[in-house]
Structures are given as C-alpha cells and as structure tokens.
C-alpha cells in the first residue's frame, strides 16, 4: 500500500525558514512525479513545486518562485522542500503527492497518491 508521510511543518516568523520532508513507501518512487501543494482556509488546493523523474526535471509556481525548492532522493524514496523567505501567505496545509503517470503536473487531480498533509503557519 502507497503511503505518503509529510513533516517538517510549523510556526515560523516571517523571513524565516522551513524543510518539510515526504517519505514515500509501499512502492519504488523512482518513476513517480513527486509534488507538492498546499491549501490554505477557505481557498482550493494550489501547486506549489513538483519534479518529474526524468531528468530530474522541476517545476515550481510563480508564487514561490526564488524562494522554495523541492528536491528528491530515490535512494532513500523521499522528497523536500525547503522554504526560505516565508511569507505569511505561505500559511496553509501542505501536502505531498505522487504517481506514476501525470500529465498536467500543475493539476492536484492528476496525483493518485496523497499524504495527510503538514501545518505550516508564517506570522507576520
């Protein structure tokens, strides 16, 4: 069975730092296109960053542009992203997803496999 474990989430001051981490199982992530979104109160579930396997490509949103980047160990079968220059519209639920076969990396309908999710608050 898939599971997807996201951690790292918290409260940070603006300006401030954070690394959440996935750790995938239940398969070889090797092939997977691995990615993150967040929702934050009351508005839909947005990407955020995502890396296919080939070639290690990546893909991040205009919003976090500069400031997040997502990266992944398929040896280990986990995949971060370190969040630097915190905003406080950064605050939201970020979560982790996987699949085998996505097309419109940029979709959260494309991703099959999804964890529960990690609070992260940036105060102002």
Known sequence: QVQL??????LVQAGGSLRLSCAASGRTFTTYTMGWFRQAPGKEREFV?????SR???YNAVSVAGRFTISRDNAKNTVTLQMNSLKPEDTAVYFCAADPVVGNLYSAGEYSYWGQGTQVTVSS
Do not use: L, P, Y
């Open 49 to 53: 960053a995502a890396t296919r396997w």
């Open 5 to 10: 474990v996201e951690s790292g989430g918290g």
């Open 56 to 58: 290690g490509s990546i």
